[in-house]
């Protein structure tokens, strides 16, 4: 069974830190591409960043600079640093393992992140 299981999500103030883990079960972790989305109150789910197995990295333009994706394939783990942080990044933050050549894909949960004062 394929579980994807997010934590750190939480209540920050403007400008504050807060970093995303999402562990995974069931799948061989390290050949899938893993991938972070997120969707507002009221707006479609987007793209925040992606990772690929080989390590190559993409980042929605507002989040450039601020956020950053990183894997431990040890730990069966992926990770979303978010810095500097607006109350436009708040929304569920859910995490995404991909595998088009198999056709797979699999999503977590999803973990609130608030941003407000």
């Known amino acids: 069974q394929v579980q994807l299981v997010e934590s750190g999500g939480g209540l920050v103030q403007p400008g504050g830190s807060l970093r995303l883990s999402c562990v995974a079960s069931?799948?061989?972790?390290?050949?899938?591409?893993m991938a972070w989305y997120r969707q507002a109150p009221g707006k479609q789910r987007e793209l925040v960043a992606g990772?690929?197995?080989?390590?190559?990295?993409n980042y929605e333009v507002s989040v450039k600079g601020r956020f950053t994706i990183s894997r431990d394939n040890a730990k069966n783990t992926v990770y979303l640093q978010m810095n500097t942080l607006k109350s436009e990044d708040t929304a569920v933050y859910s995490c995404?393992?991909?595998?088009?050549?198999?056709?797979?894909?699999?999503w977590g949960q999803g973990t609130q992140v608030t941003v407000s004062s």
């Open positions: 995404n393992a991909e595998l088009l050549t198999w056709g797979r894909s699999y």
């Open positions: 990772i690929t197995a080989g390590g190559s990295t």
């Open positions: 069931g799948i061989v972790f390290s050949m899938y591409t």
